[in-house]
């Protein structure tokens, strides 16, 4: 019964900001590492960052200096702040457990002039 909620898409210019958040439900949060993905249209989903229960996170080349995860473990929240955002960063983004299969509806964001 693991409940991913994902929020805080929306229309952005080239060069705004975008924090997305990721509510979790029905788990002990802070067990599990936590990953953001995105799927643009015609595209695989790609793995964009992740963060593990002690805190090291990693990303994808094309996001790295402009995208940072975090997480809130008493909220049992996971956060990704979008800087700098690219036409290319469009896409609706996920949260997930990395390996898992519990998907969310997921946020859409579209970053257009």
């Known amino acids: 019964q693991v409940q991913l909620v994902e929020s805080g898409g929306g229309l952005v210019q080239p060069g705004g900001s975008l924090r997305l958040s990721c509510a979790a439900s029905?788990?002990?949060?802070?067990?599990?590492?936590m990953g953001w993905y995105r799927q643009a249209p015609g595209n695989e989903r790609e793995l964009v960052a992740t963060?593990?229960?002690?805190?090291?996170?990693n990303y994808v080349d094309s996001v790295k200096g402009r995208f940072t995860i975090s997480r809130d473990n008493a909220k049992q929240i996971v956060y990704l702040q979008m800087n700098s955002l690219k036409p290319e960063d469009t896409a609706v983004y996920y949260c997930n457990i990395p390996g898992s299969d519990y998907w969310g509806k997921g946020t859409l964001v579209t970053v257009s002039s």
């Open positions: 963060i593990t229960s002690g805190g090291t996170t």
């Open positions: 029905g788990m002990i949060f802070s067990w599990y590492a």
